[in-house]
């Protein structure tokens, strides 16, 4: 499975939910950081909602982005981690 953050340096609240996926030991995917300062159409589009976390859907025709529910920046690991089972299922459990 593979997840992308969409961030920028120095949002704590993006740094505090990277550091929340990266303790996460109950799933296998792959965690993109995307820096929407890069890229201006990122930018255009989350750059009041950061941070935003997506899932990648890959079907044999197309690749898609879908965002998941914004969690409380006073989440915890635990919390995080039973989002993560509730939207991603067995797709992300190892």
């Known amino acids: 499975m593979r997840l992308i ?3 920028k340096p120095g949002c704590h ?3 505090g939910l990277q550091e929340k996926l ?3 030991e ?3 995917f792959e965690l993109e950081i995307r820096d929407i300062t890069t890229q201006p159409d990122w930018f255009q589009a989350y750059q009041y909602q950061i941070p935003v976390l997506c899932r ?4 044999a025709d197309k690749t898609i982005e879908e ?3 914004r969690l409380s920046p006073r989440a915890n690991v635990g919390q ?3 989002m993560l ?5 067995r797709y992300g459990a190892e």
């Open 5 to 7: 953050l969409y961030s």
């Open 13 to 15: 609240l993006c740094e």
């Open 22 to 24: 990266e303790q996460i």
């Open 26 to 28: 109950g799933f296998d």
């Open 56 to 59: 990648v859907i890959s079907t």
């Open 67 to 69: 965002p998941l529910p």
């Open 80 to 82: 995080v981690e039973r």
């Open 85 to 89: 089972q509730k939207y991603l299922g």
